[in-house]
């Protein structure tokens, strides 16, 4: 079997030199992501991150990344799977990694797109102005909040208002499950409370609304790649504060680094009515993605 370890963070440059050597892998490959959510496990093998997902239940193997031969890997991963007595799935696949696979392997490989899994990326440049009338509604709602908070201020995250943030969205979280107390909450506030806890070791960035003093907004995310930030997190007390907040965070991160030039706001896992609110902000490209598993697998469960 391969040897995959847990993460570890004080190899976090060696797992990155990998993970954004692609331009057009999703979130799953960002190592914030890795970190905070489910079972991750990695293993180097043969100039490939191979990862060992545990998530709800299900094990599967992301798309291996790196440079050279991707045979070894490959072949290791199928050899992993049989003497753990797994499916062999490989996950989080581009249209190219489908090709790649049917190209070496022809027929052994049944191919499933994943529509609920796919990101949503943005023009950082489009969001943090809002222009033009795609973006009418957009701007009438923030300038709506201003309106309606004109004390409303915004101020980076950093580890002396971790602790407010962390009591804001433990409020979210409770308003939440008030509501809909069979919401399905607990993993999403473990992982926001994971990636808390090693914010500066994660390299995670934020920003909060606040007014009078208090928090009422926030959003976190961290680099995917040079030229993509991956917005993991967005809560608000306020649902007018959304799209403020969206709006703040995009024109902050484009001032800082100029040379960023994509948001990726992650997938909307099949749901209606968050498909339909990142649909709003009229994404410039979807990261497709798909899945597959070796049809002798499929055959014999």
């Given at each position: 079997?391969?040897?995959?370890?847990?993460?570890?963070?004080?190899?976090?440059?060696?797992?990155?030199?990998?993970?954004?050597?692609?331009?057009?892998?999703?979130?799953?490959?960002?190592?914030?992501?890795?970190?905070?959510?489910?079972?991750?496990?990695?293993?180097?093998?043969?100039?490939?991150?191979?990862?060992?997902?545990?998530?709800?239940?299900?094990?599967?193997?992301?798309?291996?990344?790196?440079?050279?031969?991707?045979?070894?890997?490959?072949?290791?991963?199928?050899?992993?799977?049989?003497?753990?007595?797994?499916?062999?799935?490989?996950?989080?696949?581009?249209?190219?990694?489908?090709?790649?696979?049917?190209?070496?392997?022809?027929?052994?490989?049944?191919?499933?797109?994943?529509?609920?899994?796919c990101d949503y990326i943005y023009s950082i440049e489009k969001l943090a102005g809002l222009p033009g009338r795609k973006y009418q509604r957009k701007r009438n709602h923030v300038n709506r909040f201003y309106q309606d908070h004109p004390d409303c201020k915004t101020a980076e995250i950093d580890e002396a208002t971790l602790p407010a943030v962390q009591e804001m969205t433990r409020a979210w979280y409770e308003k939440r499950l008030a509501a809909n107390p069979q919401g399905d909450y607990h993993m999403e506030q473990v992982a926001l409370h994971r990636a808390m806890e090693k914010w500066s070791e994660l390299g995670?960035?934020?920003?909060?609304?606040?007014?009078?003093?208090?928090?009422?907004?926030?959003?976190?995310?961290?680099?995917?790649?040079?030229?993509?930030?991956?917005?993991?997190?967005?809560?608000?007390?306020?649902?007018?504060?959304?799209?403020?907040?969206?709006?703040?965070?995009?024109?902050?991160?484009?001032?800082?680094?100029?040379?960023?030039?994509?948001?990726?706001?992650?997938?909307?896992?099949?749901?209606?009515?968050?498909?339909?609110?990142?649909?709003?902000?009229?994404?410039?490209?979807?990261?497709?993605?798909?899945?597959?598993?070796?049809?002798?697998?499929?055959?014999?469960?």
């Open positions: 079997m391969i040897d995959f370890q847990k993460l570890d963070l004080s190899r976090a440059e060696t797992y990155k030199a990998y993970l954004t050597g692609d331009s057009e892998r999703g979130c799953e490959y960002s190592l914030v992501n890795l970190y905070m959510w489910g079972r991750q496990k990695v293993a180097v093998v043969g100039g490939y991150l191979a990862l060992f997902s545990q998530f709800q239940r299900e094990s599967v193997y992301p798309f291996p990344v790196g440079d050279g031969d991707i045979g070894p890997v490959l072949e290791a991963i199928f050899h992993d799977a049989r003497a753990r007595g797994l499916e062999c799935r490989l996950a989080s696949m581009t249209a190219a990694d489908c090709a790649l696979l049917e190209e070496r392997y022809p027929g052994k490989f049944c191919f499933h797109p994943d529509r609920d899994s995670l960035e934020g920003m909060i609304l606040t007014e009078n003093g208090q928090i009422i907004a926030m959003t976190a995310g961290s680099f995917l790649n040079e030229t993509t930030f991956d917005v993991h997190f967005e809560k608000a007390l306020d649902e007018g504060a959304y799209a403020a907040i969206n709006q703040a965070f995009a024109r902050h991160l484009h001032e800082k680094y100029p040379a960023l030039q994509w948001l990726n706001r992650e997938d909307d896992m099949g749901i209606e009515g968050l498909r339909k609110a990142k649909l709003s902000y009229n994404p410039d490209r979807l990261v497709v993605k798909f899945w597959a598993n070796l049809l002798e697998d499929e055959d014999e469960h």
